[in-house]
């Protein structure tokens, strides 16, 4: 199955998620938040930096638990405001 490319949209919003995630793993090494998420580092480092734009949602979900990041949080700063 061939996937259809990602709109601009969806590739700030797999570089908003990287950066978001980049910010809660401080300073924690890539691969100690990788492992503990279950995942490789090469993986890790590809959501980071918007290669993967549109992870599983299991992915992150691993991922907010391991950083003690909230989904609701990460979802609040992934959606954009609706101007009235």
Known sequence: MVRPPLTPDERRRGERLGTLLRQARGGRSIVEVATAAGMSAETLRKIETGRIATPAFFTIAALADVL?????????????????
């Open 68 to 84: 003690g990041v909230s989904l609701d949080q990460l979802a609040l700063r992934l959606t954009p405001a609706v101007h009235s």
